[in-house]
């Protein structure tokens, strides 16, 4: 598939601080590329070199088949970004906010069209000063469509918001990739990686420590699933299976059984039955990106805002 950005060897350097060190990846058109990290990881830095805001110290970026050094004008044409911490005119309405911004390019989409596309046309003549927080952030994504981009950037979108205005804007986002456009996502939110992105890159310390998409990032990094067994005869189901060649073991009264393959579960419960070893309730539980991050970091991704 056709590349909408391409890094490599990117490397930002503040005195003694490298920001961000040699990462390179690529990120398809059509897609939800998400860039997980924890606040100061380097995303934001990242990011801002893409969209031309800062100047890389070493590497080379490439946007929409552009290098970023020698078309940084045609590229702003062809990009919308919704910057962290987005604020807007207090005192205009929805609509008065998106023509503003959309009056700042040669190039502009209807503005009922967008309104219909983020979900805002009932609030099209409400002030901005008197929105919610997840309507700002919709609102915010809006103006990031002003000059119909090919890729839109959206960086930490949701920090601050509540699950409800959370789910609110990423309802909006995936409507973004339903148009067709590529959609740049910066995040500190493992559910909102997992929930939106076509792919994922890792970031932690100013690399990259791992990419690919969630089932991949998860096989290859993640820890095995989980056969949990609760209520009855913990012990004696443990022992039974660790004689049968299976990761048992009791915890908290449970009993745990590591799984690799999922036709696995029926084995194991087909055999407690021919054992007359009885449970009361099963659960598996699988891995997901917080495994994955502390596996390759070593450390927990708090979510706190």
């Not at 590329?33 to 990242?46: E, Q, S, W």
């Not at 962290?84 to 503005?111: A, C």
């Not at 991949?216 to 067994?229: A, D, F, N, P, V």
Request: charged residues 35%; negative net charge.
């Amino acid at each position: 598939m056709e590349c909408a950005i391409e890094v490599e060897n990117l490397t930002k350097v503040y005195g003694d601080l490298k920001a961000v060190d040699n990462i390179s990846f690529k990120v398809k058109k059509g897609e939800v590329f998400a860039f997980l990290g924890p606040n100061g990881a380097g995303k934001t830095t990242t990011v801002e070199m893409i969209e031309t805001i800062r100047s890389p110290t070493r590497g080379r970026i490439k946007v929409l088949g552009q290098d970023v050094k020698k078309s940084t004008k045609e590229i702003k044409e062809r990009i919308g970004v919704l910057p962290q911490e987005f604020i807007s005119f207090e005192r205009l309405t929805v609509r008065e906010t998106l023509k503003y911004f959309s009056n700042l390019y040669k190039k502009h989409i209807d503005i009922d069209e967008i309104m219909d596309i983020i979900d805002l046309k009932d609030k099209e003549n409400e002030l901005y000063m008197n929105l919610s927080g997840g309507l700002k952030q919709r609102v915010g994504v809006a103006i990031a469509l002003v000059n119909d981009p090919d890729i839109v950037f959206l960086d930490e979108p949701t920090t601050g918001l509540d699950p409800r205005a959370r789910r609110d804007v990423w309802n909006a986002i995936a409507g973004l990739k339903k148009q067709g456009k590529t959609v740049f996502l910066t995040t500190h939110y493992m559910e909102e990686a997992e929930y939106l992105a076509d792919s994922i890159a890792i970031m932690h310390r100013g690399r990259i420590v791992a990419e690919g998409t969630l089932d991949e990032l998860i096989q290859k990094y993640g820890k095995r699933s989980t056969l949990l067994l609760k209520g009855g005869r913990a012990e004696e189901a443990a022992e039974a299976l660790k004689e049968n060649g299976y990761d048992a073991e009791v915890v908290d009264g449970d009993v745990e059984i590591k799984i690799v393959k999922r036709d696995a579960v029926l084995d194991i419960l087909f055999y407690l039955r021919e054992k007359g070893i009885s449970y009361r309730e099963v659960d598996i539980r699988h891995s997901d990106l917080e495994d994955v991050f502390l596996n390759l970091t070593g450390e927990k991704l708090a979510e706190e805002t």
